[in-house]
Nanobody, 128 residues
Framework: QVQLVESGGGSVQPGGSLRLSCAAS????????MAWFRQAPGKEREGVAV???????KYAHSVQGRFTISEDNAKKMLYLEMNTLKPEDTAMYYC??????????????????????WGQGTQVTVSS
């Protein structure tokens, strides 16, 4: 059974930084994409960043240059380093994964429907 558990959320002032972690278990995929999504109250879930099994990454325009997605395959951990945080980054952040025959089948996807396993989320609040 696939499980994803996020951690690292919290409250931070504008301009601050946070590092989110996602512990994955219960699967062995040769090809995959793992991504971070976020959802603010009253808004649709949006893709933030994705990394595939080839190590390629893609970011939403709103976080490009401020956020960095990375993974530790040996530990099955996914990370999101968030710098220069803004109030508009406030949201519940979720990690998600999809297994595919090869990375090209999901590469770069920031569409929620691409992913079939989700964590419970961790709250990030950016406020002065």
């Amino acid at each position: 059974q696939v499980q994803l558990v996020e951690s690292g959320g919290g409250s931070v002032q504008p301009g601050g930084s946070l590092r989110l972690s996602c512990a994955a278990s219960g699967y062995t995929y040769i090809g995959y994409c793992m991504a971070w999504f976020r959802q603010a109250p009253g808004k649709e879930r949006e893709g933030v960043a994705v990394i595939d099994s080839n190590g390629s990454t893609k970011y939403a325009h709103s976080v490009q240059g401020r956020f960095t997605i990375s993974e530790d395959n040996a530990k099955k951990m996914l990370y999101l380093e968030m710098n220069t945080l803004k109030p508009e980054d406030t949201a519940m952040y979720y990690c998600a994964v999809v297994g595919v025959p090869a990375a090209r089948y999901c590469s770069g996807s920031l569409v929620p429907s691409t992913y079939n396993y989700w964590g419970q989320g961790t709250q990030v609040t950016v406020s002065s």
